[in-house]
């Protein structure tokens, strides 16, 4: 790097090591008024790690919230297809036949519903 960035960025900077064992440096304050002041208020960072961990709590719920009714529309709309299928079906079909038959009726609408979409494309 360029040695006049390197001496412009340098600040008082001194290394403090807490009780983990994990080295961290405080900038130290160069005027009078901001010595009298706190560098760091650790109630501040307490809470706002509180607050975090808080609000990824609650982004975790309203994502499995909406997981969920999102699952819970896509199988009341296959139970709806899927009464729509037996509506028309003859009740002494064999059953090898129904689950043919529903098969091909699956197909056949996931195809006119890809169709429409390539469509509207």
Do not use: C
């Amino acid at each position: 790097m360029n040695k006049d960035y390197m001496e412009a960025v340098q600040v008082n900077k001194t290394a403090k090591v807490n009780s983990s064992g994990k080295v961290s440096f405080a900038i130290l304050p160069d005027t009078e008024d901001e010595k009298e002041k706190p560098l760091v208020n650790q109630t501040d960072l307490a809470f706002r790690k509180k607050a975090r961990n808080a609000l990824n709590m609650e982004k975790k719920i309203m994502k499995k919230l909406e997981l969920h009714s999102y699952l819970e529309e896509m199988r009341s709309k296959a139970n709806h297809n899927i009464f729509d299928f037996f509506k028309g079906i003859d009740p002494n079909t064999a059953p090898r036949n129904v689950r043919l038959m529903y098969y091909y009726y699956l197909s056949s609408t996931n195809l006119y519903a890809s169709m429409q979409q390539e469509s509207i494309q």
